[in-house]
């Protein structure tokens, strides 16, 4: 069962994704922000990343860049209510650009997508 970590500060949303994703049949861990997070993909491996790209404190962007120097082939989808952030030249680091939505099936999509590619590799 694929693990996925689910980075975002908002409760609501980190709530709804792991709801939703675990119906899906993934496994879900979260964290509600960017604090420590190498750290947490070391101890938690999981499968696939999905970043919120503003957070108060972190700027998913940065995040995103020090996962990509660390674990040059973990999946990463970037997850924002904003599609501004699609022209940031840091955001193309990501496997997938996703637009926040209370419709998952995007976000299924790119994940089912992302896990895929990434498993030829493994």
């Known amino acids: 069962m694929p693990k ?3 980075v975002d500060d908002e409760e609501h949303i980190r709530f709804l994704y792991s ?3 675990t119906e ?3 496994e879900v861990v979260t964290a509600d922000s960017g604090y420590k997070l190498i ?10 990343v999905v970043l919120d790209i503003k957070m108060v404190d ?5 995040l995103l860049q020090d996962i990509r120097n660390k674990f040059y082939n973990l999946p990463v989808i ?4 904003y599609d501004t ?5 840091k955001s193309i680091a990501a496997d997938f650009y996703v637009i926040k939505s209370f419709d998952l099936t995007e976000l299924k999509n790119k994940i089912a997508m992302a896990l895929e590619a990434g498993s030829g590799s493994k």
């Open 58 to 62: 972190y700027n998913g962007l940065d």
């Open 85 to 89: 952030f699609k022209e940031d030249m």
């Open 39 to 48: 750290e947490r993909i070391e101890k938690e491996k999981p499968d696939l």
């Open 19 to 21: 709801e939703e994703l």
């Open 78 to 81: 970037l997850c924002t209510a």
């Open 4 to 6: 996925i970590l689910i």
């Open 24 to 26: 899906a049949g993934y």
